[in-house]
């Protein structure tokens, strides 16, 4: 399915461009992309918003995909959709999948913003029984806490993760780079922030810890912190 159509938004601006990249089983219409997107446009600065396959607006099942598919269809956009320097903003998957794009085109990327950032995750966010189930069975299904329909994990998306893990030793991105995590993170433990920032190559990497705020970090504060970040670099 490597010819499904992928949707994306493009605000028009000065530079550097902000590309964000969502969640996992989340899109470009959440919170967080359309307030950054609406900063944007009332700023006149360049902005691009959009679905991996299978997600939201974009062609495809969502099961079909993996994070190395996800990874190439943020590539796709950053080449296609975006022109000049660029940072990207990624949010708990995404900023995984930022640091692998930031790796993978270290001309173009001048800045990274993690929010609530998971890379990794499939290595410490699955227990044992859980990775054998996904081993054995293909598919697992865990209750999610932001709707009734369950979290869906696959054995090639779960795979996938394994083969792209970055936290085994120095990761090299030297851009500067910003996290901001919440004190009350169920799903990444702030330890996972802290040891993320000791292992980037660069030196200018700042972990901001947002008090009470939880994974999404949707709050009014956690956005307008989320965008004071971006104004940095921008």
Same mark, same amino acid.
């Given at each position: 399915?490597?010819?499904?159509?992928?949707?994306?938004?493009?605000?028009?601006?000065?530079?550097?461009?902000?590309?964000?990249?969502?969640?996992?089983?989340?899109?470009?219409?959440?919170?967080?992309?359309?307030?950054?997107?609406?900063?944007?446009?009332?700023?006149?600065?360049?902005?691009?918003?959009?679905d991996?396959?299978?997600?939201g607006e974009?062609?495809?099942a969502?099961?079909?995909?993996?994070?190395?598919?996800?990874?190439?269809? $943020? &590539? #796709? *956009?950053?080449?296609?959709?975006?022109?000049?320097? @660029?940072? =990207? /903003? %990624?949010?708990?998957?995404?900023?995984?999948? $930022? &640091? #692998? *794009?930031?790796?993978?085109?270290?001309?173009?990327? @001048?800045? =990274? /913003? %993690?929010?609530?950032?998971?890379?990794?995750?499939?290595?410490?966010?699955?227990?044992?029984?859980?990775?054998?189930?996904l081993?054995?069975? %293909?598919?697992?299904?865990?209750?999610?806490?932001?709707?009734?329909?369950?979290?869906?994990?696959?054995?090639?998306?779960?795979?996938?993760?394994?083969?792209?893990?970055?936290?085994?030793?120095?990761?090299?991105?030297?851009?500067?780079?910003?996290?901001?995590?919440?004190?009350?993170?169920?799903?990444?433990?702030?330890?996972?922030?802290?040891?993320?920032?000791?292992?980037?190559?660069?030196?200018?990497?700042?972990?901001?810890?947002?008090?009470?705020?939880?994974?999404?970090?949707?709050?009014?504060?956690?956005?307008?912190?989320?965008?004071?970040?971006?104004?940095?670099?921008?």
């Amino acid at each position: 399915m490597t010819d499904a159509r992928l949707a994306f938004r493009v605000t028009e601006g000065t530079g550097p461009t902000i590309l964000f990249l969502p969640g996992y089983a989340s899109d470009m219409s959440g919170t967080k992309a359309m307030a950054l997107e609406a900063w944007a446009k009332e700023n006149g600065r360049g902005f691009v918003r959009f679905d991996y396959r299978g997600c939201g607006e974009s062609d495809g099942a969502f099961e079909d995909f993996t994070l190395a598919d996800w990874r190439d269809d $943020a &590539l #796709l *956009v950053l080449d296609s959709a975006t022109k000049g320097p @660029v940072v =990207l /903003v %990624g949010s708990s998957m995404g900023g995984w999948l $930022a &640091l #692998l *794009v930031a790796r993978a085109r270290p001309d173009r990327i @001048v800045g =990274l /913003v %993690g929010v609530a950032a998971a890379p990794d995750f499939t290595d410490w966010g699955f227990t044992s029984e859980q990775k054998m189930t996904l081993l054995s069975e %293909g598919r697992l299904e865990k209750p999610s806490p932001y709707g009734d329909a369950p979290m869906v994990t696959t054995r090639a998306f779960w795979q996938s993760g394994e083969a792209n893990r970055l936290m085994f030793g120095p990761i090299p991105v030297s851009v500067p780079v910003r996290l901001i995590h919440g004190t009350h993170d169920a799903e990444v433990p702030n330890a996972r922030a802290i040891r993320l920032m000791e292992l980037l190559a660069g030196d200018d990497v700042s972990l901001t810890l947002l008090k009470n705020g939880d994974h999404r970090l949707s709050r009014e504060q956690d956005i307008a912190a989320i965008i004071r970040v971006v104004e940095g670099f921008v």
